[in-house]
């Protein structure tokens, strides 16, 4: 039996890749035809007339699939993670949010975004252990 590879708690600089979310891209497209729906549906809708209630409904659904289209069209980028400063790290399942510092911008992981080994090491770069579920320990109830 081949045995498994001394592994440390500890880890160095990395490259992480981050690139637009296909999840977060197909909610983008998801929300301009409810946008539309919600026009009409409002109390605001039957006050206005008909064509300036469709002009605002069309201009809500166009903005929506020109920011979905944005999103995807984005480039990638390659991330690199210090050891000497480690990043920020927000984990609320589904979402990694990374706040890398130094000016640089907020990076959002989604689970399309990350395989389980480059989540792993995202967490360990910036030294949080994962989230457990349950209640704290210092709960009193």
């Given at each position: 039996m081949p045995t498994l590879p001394i592994s440390s708690t500890d880890c160095g600089s990395f490259r992480l890749e981050w690139r637009p979310s296909r999840w977060e891209a197909g909610l983008r497209l998801v929300l301009p035809p409810l946008a539309a729906f919600a026009f009409f549906a409002s109390a605001l809708g039957p006050a206005l007339p008909r064509?300036?209630?469709?002009?605002?409904?069309?201009?809500?659904?166009?903005?929506g699939l020109w920011e979905a289209r944005r999103h995807l069209a984005r480039p990638g980028e390659w991330l690199t993670i210090d050891a000497e400063r480690p990043p920020v790290l927000h984990?609320?399942?589904?979402?990694?949010?990374?706040?890398?510092?130094?000016?640089?911008?907020?990076?959002?992981?989604?689970?399309?975004?990350?395989?389980?080994?480059a989540r792993r090491a995202l967490r360990l770069a910036a030294r949080r252990p994962p989230a457990r579920p349950g209640l704290p320990p210092d709960w009193m109830g």
């Open positions: 064509a300036v209630q469709f002009g605002l409904a069309a201009v809500a659904f166009a903005w984990e609320q399942w589904p979402l990694l949010v990374l706040h890398p510092g130094g000016g640089r911008s907020t990076r959002v992981f989604w689970p399309d975004t990350l395989s389980p080994a």
